[in-house]
T-cell receptor
């Protein structure tokens, strides 16, 4: 049972335009959400996060929006650059038993075309 | 460079064999996490150790085991290997116990079982 879903396996956008990556979750115990970026042959690297007490967090070109009632979050990249081309993973964290652990989605491959 | 090191980078072995993957966390990080990434799956959480003790378990098979040593490095042991165990195995580390906040990922070990 996939608790974190990224329904778009891939997304292609033009350089300079906005990239919007979406993520849905089913577990209402999740209270912290993260986005990771992964280049080929490298491990995932942390991009941005948001706590469930917020609905928006911004860091430079990257903004994450959280809609708790819809159990949906999205990552906006503006403007998109060719170097942003990578796989983006959405992850959620919540109390499972007495410990927190991260649950990842399957990822979305973003391609930014020059 | 995340500061997390994993060895070896690549491992090719046969079915039925046993292998050990090694991870050194970032300096100062007490938590170590192991993840498996198969071809059609996202990152699957396997197990977490904190300061030498097992703290959380995910979808880890009984044929797999892990430990964290006093110097905080960790090893993931995979035995009675099957073709389906072929995957990328990532180690991550974080300062504290919780899954909230950033985890720093190593470059991964690619395991191929023939």
């Amino acid at each position: 049972d996939q608790q974190v879903k990224q329904n778009s396996p891939s997304l292609s956008v033009q350089e300079g335009r906005i990239s919007i990556l979406n993520c849905d979750y089913t577990n209402s115990m999740f209270d912290y959400f993260l986005w990771y970026k992964k280049y080929p042959a490298e491990g995932p690297t942390f991009l941005i996060s948001i706590s469930s007490i917020k609905d928006k967090n911004e860091d430079g070109r990257f903004t994450v929006f959280l809609n708790k009632s819809a159990k949906h979050l999205s990552l906006h990249i503006v403007p998109s650059q060719p170097g942003d081309s990578a796989v983006y993973f959405c992850a959620a964290s919540g109390l499972g038993g007495s410990n927190y652990k991260l649950t990842f989605g399957k990822g979305t491959l973003l391609t930014v075309n020059p | 460079d995340s500061g997390v090191t994993q060895t070896p980078k690549h491992l090719i072995t046969a079915t039925g064999q046993r292998v050990t993957l090694r991870c050194s966390p970032r300096s100062g990080d007490l938590s170590v996490y192991w993840y498996q990434q198969s071809l059609d799956q996202g990152l699957q959480f396997l197990i977490q150790y904190y300061n030498g003790e097992e703290r959380a378990k995910g979808n880890i098979l009984e044929r797999f085991s892990a430990q964290q040593f006093p110097d905080l490095h960790s090893e993931l042991n995979l035995s009675s290997l099957e073709l389906g165990d072929s995957a990328l195995y990532f180690c991550a580390s974080s300062v504290g116990l919780a899954g909230m906040g950033e985890q720093f990922f190593g470059p991964g070990t690619r395991l191929t079982v023939l």
